[in-house]
């Protein structure tokens, strides 16, 4: 059991299911939890024997809304997910009290462009980031990829338009290329490879019409292992680094498992 001080119960205020694999939800906002977007928490739920789960999970909604909303996955027969997943609006969740993580903006220095590659329930992160100002007013280009298998896992691509003029922006809401990739089905316009073969290839900078550049692009990347590691790889062949305090690079990743 995780000490009482350290986190804080929070209620649902609002149930979304977008398959029937992946939902998001609402909760209400413990009183002075404050985050960067791009950082996780981590979420608790009570199992029916009384003992506790926790996950990190990364908050899709940003530090100005007054709720915090996350988005998730159920897992065959995982711990965390079958619990959560039995909830509903009006149930409790915990929440740590201390936001974590470095897949923030402020990892990089300087770029004109900002790539931000996710798979998955990966791209929560970027919702975050994309909800506020500062990421539209600092980078001249927003390339948001969310590589799904099937169509209908492509959350968020109704709030994903309306995001510009959500931060504020309005004017700004050209600087946003989302790029959906879809792997197992067909779909005209739409790319349809694994990210790592679509960068090999090159034609996700066709596509997109930018290439990856030292000097201008910095990338984000988030969600499965593999998607991570692979796509890392590839851009340290072309001399991109890991972003790090003491030795600024292009590259931040999150890892979801
Ligand atoms: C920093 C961080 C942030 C995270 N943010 C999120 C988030 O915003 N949304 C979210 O759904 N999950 C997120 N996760 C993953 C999450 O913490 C749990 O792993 C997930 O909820 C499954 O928990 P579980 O106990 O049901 O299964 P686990 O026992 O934790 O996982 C079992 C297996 O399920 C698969 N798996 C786990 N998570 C995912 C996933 N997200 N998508 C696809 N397959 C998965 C993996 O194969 C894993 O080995 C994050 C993980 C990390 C480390």
Excluded at 68 to 95: C, N, Q, W
Excluded at 99 to 122: A, K, Q, V, Y
Aim: charged residues 25%; proline residues 5%; contains cysteine.
């Amino acid at each position: 059991m995780v000490d009482k001080a350290r986190y804080t119960t929070e209620t649902i205020s609002d149930w979304h299911a977008w398959t029937p694999k992946l939902f998001s939800f609402r909760t209400t906002r413990p009183d002075g939890f404050h985050f960067v977007p791009g950082q996780f928490v981590r979420l608790g739920v009570e199992k029916a024997d009384g003992t506790q789960v926790w996950r990190p999970y990364s908050m899709v909604s940003a530090p100005r809304h007054d709720y915090l909303e996350f988005y998730s996955i159920v897992v065959p027969h995982g711990e965390f997910t079958t619990e959560l997943a039995r909830l509903g609006g009006g149930d409790k969740v915990m929440v740590n009290k201390v936001p974590l993580g470095f897949l923030t903006l402020d990892r990089f220095e300087g770029g004109g462009e900002l790539w931000m590659l996710s798979t998955g329930t990966g791209l929560a992160p970027f919702i975050s980031m994309l909800y506020e100002a500062d990421a539209w007013r600092r980078f001249e280009k927003l390339v948001l990829v969310h590589c799904v298998r099937e169509s209908v896992e492509l959350a968020y691509r109704n709030v994903i338009p309306t995001l510009a003029s959500d931060a504020g922006v309005p004017e700004l809401a050209g600087r946003l290329v989302y790029v959906p990739v879809v792997t197992r089905e067909a779909l005209p316009g739409v790319l349809g490879h694994r990210v790592t073969r679509l960068i090999e290839g090159g034609e996700l900078e066709a596509h997109v019409g930018l290439d990856f550049d030292l000097e201008r692009s910095r990338v984000m990347i988030c969600g499965n292992p593999e998607m991570v590691d692979d796509t890392h790889a590839l851009l340290k062949t072309r001399g991109f680094a890991l972003s790090k305090r003491a030795a600024p690079g292009q590259i931040a990743v999150e890892q979801y498992w």
